[in-house]
T-cell receptor
Framework: GAVVSQHPSRVICKSGTSVKIECRSLDFQATTMFWYRQFPKQSLMLMATSNEGSKATYEQGVEKDKFLINHASLTLSTLTVTSAHPEDSSFYIC????????????FGPGTRLLVL | QQPVQSPQAVILREGEDAVINCSSSKALYSVHWYRQKHGEAPVFLMILLKGGEQKGHEKISASFNEKKQQSSLYLTASQLSYSGTYFCGTGSSNTGKLIFGQGTTLQVKP
């Protein structure tokens, strides 16, 4: 099956610093990747749609200047949480759509962010 | 708008069956089902598309009623490994954007 990786898997940082999370599709190409945030015991909330070669599309209420998304290639999207605060602590998960099978999305293993 | 899943939680004995429902207030293009275990990422189970196409695991079945904007996931002869939280994700177009339900927690006991 299709594999999506995320790095790092876990990160602890001080308030005010920036954190970059990478999402890679390992055995397929993805023109579209999605970034979700999940708080404990809650559902996945879509933050933004990352499109290769163009600007990301953000969901209502998500600050684009705080959550910077770059989709530089067909296998890599990055999410940078800028000036992180404790309320940004969460589980960040990406998913990727296979270019050959546009309907199915595969999720990465997630990145747990803790901001102190 | 977030789809509504029911029930919120289910406890089963091994070998029993369960049905999880997902209902949307919007017209749907697709319904995706995932299972998530604690601390892990969601794992793809099934996708149902408008028009009747389905893709997914052999041992899991689901239905999609386009008119009622509802989908149901059928888990038969449950195994311990079926335990986890099941999410439905609904798409209103082929853009791939999914809105997830609140989840249904399934616990299978020996």
């Amino acid at each position: 099956g299709a594999v999506v990786s995320q790095h790092p898997s876990r990160v602890i940082c001080k308030s005010g610093t920036s954190v970059k999370i990478e999402c890679r599709s390992l055995d397929f190409q993805a023109t579209t990747m999605f970034w979700y945030r999940q708080f404990p015991k809650q559902s996945l909330m879509l933050m933004a749609t990352s499109n290769e070669g163009s600007k990301a599309t953000y969901e209502q209420g998500v600050e684009k200047d705080k959550f910077l998304i770059n989709h530089a290639s067909l296998t890599l999207s990055t999410l940078t949480v800028t000036s992180a605060h404790p309320e940004d602590s969460s589980f960040y998960i990406c998913s990727a759509r296979d270019l050959q099978d546009q309907e199915t999305q595969y999720f990465g293993p997630g990145t747990r962010l803790l901001v102190l | 708008q977030q789809p509504v899943q029911s029930p919120q939680a289910v406890i089963l004995r091994e070998g029993e069956d369960a049905v999880i429902n997902c209902s949307s207030s919007k017209a749907l293009y697709s319904v995706h089902w995932y299972r998530q275990k604690h601390g892990e990422a969601p794992v793809f189970l099934m996708i149902l598309l408008k028009g009747g196409e389905q893709k997914g695991h052999e041992k899991i079945s689901a239905s999609f009623n386009e008119k009622k904007q509802q989908s149901s996931l059928y888990l038969t002869a449950s195994q311990l490994s079926y335990s986890g939280t099941y999410f439905c994700g609904t798409g209103s177009s082929n853009t791939g954007k999914l809105i997830f339900g609140q989840g249904t927690t399934l616990q299978v006991k020996p």
